[in-house]
């Protein structure tokens, strides 16, 4: 149980363009998906927190017309990064907390298996 | 502020060899405390996680206990198996701001035969 998928795996394409990331869960819905981004041999670096039918919360840091989320349903949050240039090369990697759980610290995130970007 | 500090990597050893990660913690109030693990190419899997102090979480082997004296968690395996090889991550959440996961550098490890 817990499932989270993640669209597409892998995606290659040239600069100037848009591309978007589905995090889906597959087996339970969730209230709060989260975002990351991860490069070469170092740690997750949280982007943003997104609600189901709320702004997401952006971290200091992370530019919002750049990296937009659209968390529209309990079971898909969309990242796109907009205007996609070489220095957006990176894993991105979703992340959801189930419904129902609340907000007790010991509930778990469920990840996806992350999506590597490549601007050409 | 609240962090995590792992020991730096690459960890090398042979098969059936013992593990331990270490893990510290500085947090304001009472942290969960998880271990994840990230195969190559992969995301992250939730491999064991403890709430409260002395509370010790287990799972394929893998054992950590949360010791708030010496704000720790270590990561121990009494034998590992090439299959293991791959970063593991310690982590914590806090109550409140949607319970964010706040992520250690991660650790490395390689297991040979």
């Known amino acids: 149980g817990a499932v989270v998928s993640q669209h597409p795996s892998w995606v290659i394409c040239k600069s100037g363009t848009s591309v978007k990331i589905e995090c889906r869960s597959l087996?339970?819905?969730?209230?709060?998906m989260f975002w990351y981004r991860q490069f070469p041999k170092q740690s997750l670096m949280l982007m943003a927190t997104?609600?189901?039918?709320?702004?997401?919360?952006?971290e200091q840091g992370v530019e919002k017309d750049k990296f937009l989320i659209n968390h529209a349903s309990l079971t898909l949050s969309t990242l796109t990064v907009t205007s996609a240039h070489p220095e957006d090369s990176s894993f991105y990697i979703c992340?959801?907390?189930?419904?129902?759980?609340?907000?007790?610290?010991?509930?778990?995130?469920?990840f996806g298996d992350g999506t590597r970007l490549s601007i050409l | 502020g609240n962090s995590v500090t792992q020991m730096e990597g690459p960890v090398t050893l042979s098969e059936e060899a013992f593990l331990t990660i270490n893990c510290t913690y500085t947090?304001?109030?009472?942290?969960?405390l998880f271990w994840y693990v990230q195969y190559p190419g992969e995301g992250l899997q939730l491999l064991l996680k403890?709430?409260?102090?002395?509370d010790k979480g287990s799972n394929k082997g893998f054992e950590a206990t949360y010791r708030k004296e010496t704000t720790s968690f270590h990561l121990e395996k009494g034998s590992v198996q090439v299959s293991d090889s791959a970063v593991y991550f310690c982590?914590?959440?806090?109550?409140?701001?949607?319970?964010?996961?706040?992520f250690g550098a991660g650790t490395r490890l390689a297991v040979h035969p």
């Open positions: 997104s609600n189901e039918g709320s702004k997401a919360t952006y």
């Open positions: 992340s959801a907390r189930q419904r129902g759980t609340g907000y007790g610290i010991g509930q778990p995130q469920h």
């Open positions: 947090a304001t109030g009472y942290p969960s």
């Open positions: 982590a914590l959440t806090l109550s409140g701001g949607y319970n964010k996961l706040i």
């Open positions: 403890a709430t409260k102090a002395d």
């Open positions: 087996d339970f819905q969730a209230t709060t």
